[in-house]
C-alpha cells in the first residue's frame, strides 16, 4: 500500500506562485515593453506630425501680406508750381533726412539764398508699374513758388518721379503687418547685432544649445534678474512662428522638438531671414508690426537698408520685448536697453570706439508717434478698397501683399482737410451754432483722379464718409444741366435767348400743384438765357426744364455720369435728386472738360507683392456733349463767379484767374452746395447737419467759402477761354437777345455759335451814362 | 465857323473810333486763353497787366494841350503762352512714348502719355500718340476719342493735325 505524498502539493503553490510571480514580472516587463515600445513609436508620430507642421508652414506661403495702398508719386519739372513748404513737407513725409552733405539715398540738404532754395536730393529708387526707376542724385530750385532748375549732375533733367507715400494698407485678420525684407537687404550689422544679442553660437547649435541654456541660468542667478535668455533664435522663431505664448513643461518640449526639426531642414540663412521677418516689434492699435523693415519704417519712416548704429542697436533691443522698450512710452528705459545692446555690440568687437560713443550719444531718433501715415487717410483707402472689391476677392486683398497705386495727392488732401476743419469751426463761431459736418472731393480736370477726399470734419475719424455716402438733394447744382440740354438745341437756345422769369405753376394730371418761387421771392420778368442761370432763378429754370422735357433733363445728367435714381417730377428740373459729392463731382467733370466724359478713378495700377505689373486702369474719355453747347455753358458758369450767386469768390482770387462754378442751396439751407472748377481742379463741396437740420448757411455763405479756402491754396490754372470751332463772341441785347454792338445799351457780351447767331440787330441807342462819364464829358469839358 | 469844323470832325472821328473800339483793347476781345500763362500761385503778386493809362504822365498836360483828345495806344498782345518750360518734361515723356510705341510696348506707351497729359492736357502731340496705340491695340472706340480730343488742340501744329485726321480716317 502507498501513501500519498504530501510535499508535492505544497510545492505546487510554491512554485505556481514562483512561476506566477516570474509571469508576473514578465507580464510586467513585456507591458513596460509595450508601453517602452509604444511611448517611442507614439512619440515617433509625433515627431513626424511636427515635421510636417514645421515643413508645411514654411515651405508655404508663410504670411498674409497686407496690401499696400500709396500715393501718387511726386513728379518733378521744371516750370511745375511748388513752394519750399510743399516740397519739403512732402519730403518729411517720405522719411528723407535733412543733411549737410549728401551721401547716400534717402538725403537731402538744403540752401537758401534770398528767395531761392536750393535742394540736392538723393532719392531711393521704387519699383513703378512701368519699370524700375534707380536711386538717383538730383538738384532742384525753388524760385517764385516754381521749379526754376532741375538737374542730375551737369544735363537737365526733363522730369523725376519721387518714391510715392504709403497711405495705408488691407491688413489680414489677424492684423498682423510686415514688409518683407531678405537678409541681403539688411545690413550687415543688424545681423550681426542679432546674434551677438540673443544667439551668440546660433551658427554652431542645433536648434537648441544646452550650453546656453545653463549659461543664463548662471547670468541671470548672478545678477538676479533676467539678463539673459537660453532660448536660441531657432527656438524663438518657434515659439512666435507656430506656437502659442502659453509656458508649460509641454510646449517647451515642444518647441525644442521643432527647432531641431528646423535646423535639419533648413539652413541657417534661411531660418534666420525668416526670423527678422517674423519677430514682434510694436502695436499700433489693432495693427501688429512684425518684422525688421516694417519696424524700421514705423519708428523711424526710414527704409531698414538706412538706418544707422544707433537705430540698429534700439531695434535690436526691442526684440527682447517691443512694448516694454517702446521708445514712445518708455524713452528712458529704450535708451538704456540700446546703451547695453551697444555695448554688446563693442565688446564684440562689431563697432569701434569712435562709433560706440557716437552711438551713445545719440537721441533716440523716432518720429512723432501717430505721424505715420499708414491710418492717416481712412476716407480715401475707403474708396480705394470700393474700387478694388470691384475686381478682387477681399480674401487675396488681404494676403497677397499687392501694391496699389493710387492717385491722391498728400500735399491736396492736407490743404483740403485743413481748409474743411477751419472753416466749419469759424462757421460754426460766425453763426453761434455746433454740428457743422461737410463732405469734400477735390479731382484734376482731364483725367478725373481724386486728388482728396474728406469724409468728416474730423479728417482722422473712419466713420461715415459723407464724400461717398452722404446723398442729399443736389438743389441749384442741377441748373447747369438743364440749361446745358437747352444749349445742346443751338436752333432754339443760345445764351441770348430770352426766358420767362414770372412766376410758374406745374400741374399733373391728377390736380397737383407745384409752383417753385425764386429765393428773392421776387420775379425778373423777361431774361436772358444767361442771366437765369447766374442768378439761379427758380422760375425761369423751371419753365425751361418742362419746355425742353424732364426725360431730356434727366437725360443730359444721366449722359453726364449720373447712374443713381432720378425722380421723374418737375422737382428734379430745381435739383430734387439726391446725390453723393462724388456723384456731383463726376457729373461736373464733364462740365469741366467741356462735354468729355471720364469716370473718376482712385487707383492708377496694381502690382503683385514682388513688384510685378499686374493691372492698369487706363483713363477713357468719352464725349459725350456738343464742345460748343458745353463750352456757352461754362462760359456762363464763369460768370455765376463773376456776376452771379459765386461772386464772393473773387474776393479771395485775383481777377485775372479765370474760375468756374456753382452754388447750391436746398429749401429751409439744408445743404449748402458748392460744385467749381478751374482749369486743372474741381472741387465740389457739401456741409450740413447730419441730422439733416436746417442751418444758417447758403451756398455761398457755407460751401462756397471752403471752396475757396481750398483753391487759394493750389497752384492752378485758369479754365480754357478758347472758343472751340463755331464758337465765337459776339455782343447781344439783354432784352431782346438780338445782335447788338459795344457801347450799346443793353449789350452783354456772350459765345455764340455763329452757325446759329441771330439775324436780327437791334438799333443801338448808345449807351449814354456811359459816355458821358468817361468820354462824352470829358470831351466837351 | 473853326470851332464848327473842329467838332464836325470830332463828331466824325468819334463815330468812327466807336466803330473800331469793338476790334481792339482788352474790353472788347475774349481774353488770350490763359491756361498755360498764368499758373496762379498763392501769395504771390499777379504780375501787372498793361494798362491802359500807362504811357500819360501827366494827364492835366495832354488834356490841356490836344483838347480832351488822347491817343490811346492798341493795348499789347499778351505773350504767347509760355509753352518753354513744361514742354521739355512732356517731350522727354513723348519721345519715351515713341520709342516703347515702335517698340510694340503699347500699354507702357500709353502710361508714358498719360503722364504726359497729366503735365499738360492740351498738348495734342500726347493725344497723337495714345490715339495710335490704341488703334494698335484695336480698341478703335478709344482711338477715336483720343484723336477727335486731340483734333481740339491741334489748330496751331499742321503735322500733328494731319496726323490725327490720319489716324481717325484709317478707323
Redesign the interface.
Known amino acids: 500500500m502507498t501513501k500519498r505524498r504530501t510535499p508535492a502539493p505544497r510545492r505546487k503553490p510554491r512554485k505556481k506562485a514562483a512561476a506566477q510571480k516570474r509571469h508576473g514580472r514578465a507580464l510586467l516587463k513585456l507591458w513596460f515593453l509595450y508601453a517602452v515600445v509604444f511611448a517611442i513609436v507614439a512619440l515617433g508620430l509625433w515627431v513626424v506630425y511636427l515635421d510636417f507642421v514645421v515643413r508645411a508652414k514654411f515651405d508655404g506661403k508663410k504670411w498674409s501680406l497686407p496690401a499696400r495702398v500709396y500715393a501718387r508719386p511726386l513728379e518733378l519739372y521744371e516750370g511745375m508750381a511748388l513752394t519750399p513748404t510743399l516740397f519739403e513737407s512732402e519730403l518729411k513725409a517720405l522719411g528723407y533726412r535733412f543733411v549737410a552733405n549728401v551721401a547716400a539715398p534717402g538725403q537731402v540738404s538744403r540752401h537758401a539764398n534770398g528767395g531761392r532754395v536750393a535742394y540736392h536730393v538723393y532719392s531711393r529708387g521704387f519699383e513703378f508699374w512701368d519699370g524700375r526707376d534707380p536711386a538717383r542724385r538730383f538738384a532742384l530750385a525753388l524760385n517764385q513758388g516754381q521749379v526754376s532748375r532741375l538737374v542730375s549732375g551737369s544735363e537737365p533733367l526733363a522730369l523725376m518721379r519721387l518714391e510715392p507715400e504709403q497711405i495705408g494698407g488691407i491688413y489680414p485678420t489677424a492684423q498682423e503687418d510686415r514688409l518683407l525684407v531678405r537678409l541681403s537687404g539688411l545690413p550687415p550689422l543688424l545681423g550681426e547685432t542679432l546674434l551677438a544679442v540673443e544667439d551668440k553660437s546660433f551658427l554652431d547649435h542645433y536648434g537648441v544649445s544646452p550650453l546656453a541654456i545653463a549659461r543664463a541660468a548662471w547670468v541671470n542667478l548672478r545678477s538676479g534678474d533676467v539678463v539673459q535668455g537660453g532660448s536660441t533664435l531657432t527656438q524663438q522663431l518657434v515659439k512666435n512662428f507656430y506656437l502659442s505664448h502659453e509656458r508649460s513643461l509641454t510646449r517647451k518640449a515642444q518647441e525644442a522638438v521643432m527647432s531641431v526639426l528646423l535646423e535639419v531642414h533648413y539652413s541657417k540663412s534661411e531660418i534666420l531671414e525668416t526670423y527678422v521677418n517674423e519677430v514682434f516689434l510694436g502695436q499700433s492699435g489693432t495693427r501688429a508690426i512684425h518684422g525688421f523693415a516694417l519696424a524700421s519704417q514705423y519708428y523711424f519712416r526710414q527704409p531698414v537698408s538706412e538706418l544707422d548704429t544707433a537705430k540698429v542697436a534700439l531695434l535690436v533691443g526691442m526684440v527682447k520685448g517691443a512694448s516694454y522698450y517702446n521708445p514712445w512710452r518708455n524713452p528712458e528705459r529704450a535708451k538704456q536697453r540700446r546703451a547695453t545692446v551697444l555695448m554688446v555690440m563693442h565688446r564684440e568687437r562689431l563697432i569701434d570706439d569712435a562709433e560706440y560713443k557716437r552711438a551713445q550719444a545719440a537721441p533716440l531718433g523716432v518720429v512723432e508717434p501717430g505721424s505715420n501715415a499708414q491710418t492717416t487717410y481712412p476716407a480715401f483707402v475707403q474708396l480705394v478698397k470700393r474700387q478694388l472689391a470691384q475686381e478682387y476677392q477681399e480674401e487675396d486683398l488681404r494676403s497677397d501683399g499687392l501694391r496699389i497705386f493710387t492717385t491722391l495727392s498728400p500735399m491736396v488732401q492736407r490743404q483740403a482737410e485743413q481748409a474743411v476743419q477751419q472753416r466749419l469751426n469759424s462757421l460754426e463761431a460766425q453763426y453761434k451754432t455746433e454740428n457743422l459736418q461737410a463732405g469734400m472731393l477735390v479731382t484734376s480736370v482731364g483725367a478725373a483722379e481724386v486728388l482728396a477726399l474728406v469724409g468728416d470734419k474730423n479728417p482722422r475719424y473712419a466713420g461715415f464718409n459723407r464724400a461717398l455716402d452722404a446723398h442729399r438733394p443736389i438743389g441749384s447744382l442741377m441748373k447747369p444741366f438743364v440749361y446745358l440740354t437747352a444749349l445742346e438745341q443751338p436752333a432754339s437756345y443760345n445764351l441770348g435767348t430770352t426766358l420767362s422769369d414770372a412766376p410758374v405753376t406745374v400741374s399733373s394730371d391728377d390736380g397737383q400743384l407745384w409752383q417753385p418761387q425764386n429765393s428773392s421771392r421776387r420775379s425778373h420778368g423777361d431774361v436772358p438765357l444767361i442771366d437765369a442761370l447766374v442768378h439761379s432763378y427758380n422760375q425761369a429754370s423751371a419753365r425751361l426744364g418742362m419746355q425742353l422735357g424732364l426725360a431730356q433733363v434727366a437725360n443730359t445728367l444721366q449722359r453726364a455720369g449720373f447712374k443713381g435714381y432720378i425722380p421723374p417730377v418737375p422737382a428734379m428740373t430745381l435739383g430734387s435728386v439726391e446725390m453723393s459729392p462724388y456723384e456731383v463731382a463726376g457729373v461736373y467733370h464733364t462740365l469741366a472738360t467741356e462735354g468729355s466724359y471720364t469716370p473718376l478713378r482712385a487707383i492708377r495700377d496694381v502690382l503683385t507683392s514682388t513688384g510685378e505689373p499686374l493691372k492698369r486702369y487706363p483713363l477713357r474719355i468719352e464725349q459725350r456733349f456738343r464742345p460748343q453747347s458745353a463750352f456757352q455753358l461754362q462760359y456762363a458758369l464763369q460768370a455765376v463767379l463773376r456776376e452771379g450767386t459765386g461772386k464772393r469768390v473773387y474776393n479771395q482770387f485775383s481777377a485775372d484767374l479765370p474760375l468756374a462754378g456753382k452754388t447750391g442751396t436746398t429749401n429751409d439751407q439744408r445743404d449748402s452746395w458748392f460744385a467749381g472748377f478751374s482749369g486743372e481742379h474741381l472741387a465740389v463741396v457739401w456741409v450740413g447737419r447730419d441730422d439733416n437740420s436746417a442751418t444758417p448757411l447758403t451756398g455761398s455763405g457755407g460751401a462756397l467759402q471752403v471752396w475757396a479756402d481750398l483753391m487759394t491754396q493750389l497752384p492752378t490754372r485758369g479754365v480754357n477761354l478758347t472758343p472751340p470751332q463755331g464758337v465765337s463772341f459776339d455782343w447781344l441785347d439783354h432784352d431782346t437777345g438780338a445782335l447788338s454792338a459795344e457801347g450799346c445799351e443793353g449789350a452783354i457780351w456772350i459765345p455764340l455759335e455763329t452757325d446759329f447767331a441771330p439775324s436780327r440787330a437791334v438799333d443801338c441807342r448808345l449807351d449814354q451814362q456811359q459816355r458821358e462819364r468817361s468820354w462824352w464829358h470829358r470831351f466837351w469839358n | 465857323m473853326k470851332s464848327v469844323l473842329t467838332k464836325i470832325t ?1 463828331l466824325l472821328a468819334i463815330a468812327l473810333l ?1 466803330g473800331c ?2 476790334h481792339m483793347g482788352p ?10 500763362t ?7 503778386q ?1 504780375p501787372a ?1 498793361p494798362s491802359r493809362t500807362d504811357n500819360k504822365q501827366n494827364p492835366n498836360q495832354d ?1 490841356e494841350d490836344n483838347r ?2 488822347r491817343v490811346i495806344e492798341p493795348t499789347p498782345e499778351p505773350d504767347a503762352p ?1 509753352q ?3 514742354n ?2 512732356v ?3 513723348l519721345q519715351q512714348g515713341r520709342t516703347q510705341y515702335q517698340g510694340g510696348d503699347y ?2 506707351a ?3 502719355a ?2 504726359a ?3 499738360d ?2 498738348n495734342p502731340a500726347v493725344y497723337l500718340l ?1 490715339a495710335e496705340n490704341y488703334q494698335r491695340l484695336g480698341n478703335s472706340e ?1 482711338a477715336q ?2 484723336a ?2 486731340g483734333l ?1 488742340y491741334s ?1 496751331d501744329d499742321y503735322t500733328v493735325d494731319a496726323a490725327l485726321r490720319g489716324v481717325l480716317g484709317e478707323l
Not at chain 2, 474790353?27 to 498755360?36: I, L, M
Open positions: 470830332t466807336s473800339a469793338s474790353t472788347s476781345g475774349a481774353p488770350v486763353e490763359d491756361s498755360n498764368s499758373v496762379r500761385v498763392p501769395g504771390q499777379t497787366q488834356a480832351g483828345w509760355a518753354g518750360r513744361t521739355s518734361a517731350d522727354a515723356l500699354n507702357r500709353i502710361a508714358s498719360e503722364r497729359l497729366r503735365i492736357r492740351r495714345l478709344q476719342q483720343f477727335q480730343q481740339r489748330r
